[in-house]
């Protein structure tokens, strides 16, 4: 069987239609709809092995199945940490880096999504990232050393980094267009849902039944999915069998490894070190020339056609920079509740549960906002957190910081976030052509992880840095860290607000609720 992709962007009315090649029927199930000056051709292509017309709906499922459990994973270690030093006989300093290596080798990962997913099939791909991310969780269990489980987090790692930007793949190539907000809900909802629960998750087993059953439980579904997905996952990317830019490889490692390299290890030396300095100016360096090689090789890993539109650079800007806060808060709070207020590991966890569950529900809802407003309304999201953070800050300085107050607060930040994350992460991913999607989305995810890494490094910082403060009259050091943290969060807030409104008044001036122009 063959892959076909129509590259058609010029204007030319495509049919439903049926082709035949090598006597062979290929069924192709073709959209058209013009959008501005650019036509979107959407097409569902076959080939290479698997189904030979894939379904949209078991596929997803398949893949979320295994993708929830990558991502829960992404933020299980933390909690664990004290169990880790005592049984494997090391430092805080050492044990991080369970941590800060899978963080690395996702962040390094991400950006060569585009290329994979252009070279390889969808199931090879699919059926690879199961199989390591299965064989580095077995790894974990069994390890009886440091070395041995930071090996089987990073090979964790290269399963995760793998997989996960293929779900917005298959969201933007499969999609019915008019649902695509809604769908793009639920893939949000399964990553960002999959790290607040983290947490929890780990929390509960670690204390009841120990840090190995962790690794252990996030097996066999993963296993499960990887079975199934033999008769649901198909082919639906054209392959280019391009060559890989040494180069490009070269940048993107230090770029997107230095920078992560670099946040990784502020919690442990400090912003101020002579580490995480060099870090991060090889990074910020290497990524800046990263892009600049991108926008002129011959052979890009990445390429960014189609993506210097301000409808693309200020969608993934407001979605990637929001994250920052939720991964923020999650690094913070668990530190505030157990060693502030006194609570044990796993009331930590439960008190993020609602939270977690909140972001969950409302990533739905805000994919059916996207379908019906696009972005227009996603501003209401950042007015959300800034108000949550707003109580949470009164809260800290008038030393009234309690247990339901975190819960309260984490639960009304969690309205805020899926409404910006899910409306803008949407957005820009369905503003460039079907041809542009992998390279979109592996742009979008390794930005994710990058400010991600970036939000829960400053928010450490925060924390630990503000003993006292002249504002606040509580004496707790890490209550008067966390006051520090939320006015942070308002910072940021309130600039993406203004950002964010600001660009909802300027496009849909010209535009209606759909995003086609407005005729004069």
Known sequence: MTSIELDNMDGTTLDNSSIIINNENISIDIKYEPQKNNEEVHIKKVGGGGPEEPKFIPMLLTIISVLFFTALNESVATVMYTDLVHDLGKDITTIQWVTTGFVLVLAIGMIFSSFIAKNLYMRTIFFTSVIFFVSGSIICVIANSFIILLIGRIIQGVGTAMLMPQISNTVIIMAPKHRFGFYNGITMLIIITGNALGPTFSGLITRYLGWRYVFAMIIPIPVIGGIIGYWTVGNIIHQENSKLDILSVILGILGYGGISFGLGNTGTYGFGSRLVIISLIIGIICLILFFIWEATCKNPMVSLKNMGRPYFILNVFLSTVNC???????????????????????????????????????????????????????????????????????????????????????????????????????????????????????????????????????????????NTVSFSSSVNPLINGASVCFILTMIITGILFIIGLCWSIIYFRNHDNKGNPKHK
Do not use: E
Request: hydrophobic residues 50%.
């Open 324 to 466: 920052s806060t939720l991964l923020g808060w999650l690094a913070i709070l668990p530190f505030v509740i157990q060693n502030a207020l006194g609570k044990s590991v796993s009331i930590g966890g439960l008190a993020l549960l609602p939270g977690g569950i909140i972001n969950a529900l409302l990533n739905v809802f805000a994919g059916r906002i996207y379908d019906k407003y696009r972005f227009k309304y996603a501003p209401i999201g950042f007015l959300i957190i800034i108000l949550s953070s707003l109580f949470a800050f009164i809260m800290c300085i008038t030393d009234h910081m309690q247990l339901w107050v975190i819960i309260i607060s984490y639960t009304c930040v969690n309205m805020g976030l899926p409404i910006v994350q899910s409306i803008y992460t949407s957005s820009c991913l369905t503003s460039v052509p079907p041809q542009s999607s992998p390279h979109a989305a592996a742009i979008y995810h390794s930005f994710f992880q990058l400010f991600g890494a970036l939000g829960s490094a400053i928010y450490v910082a925060f924390l630990n840095n503000f």
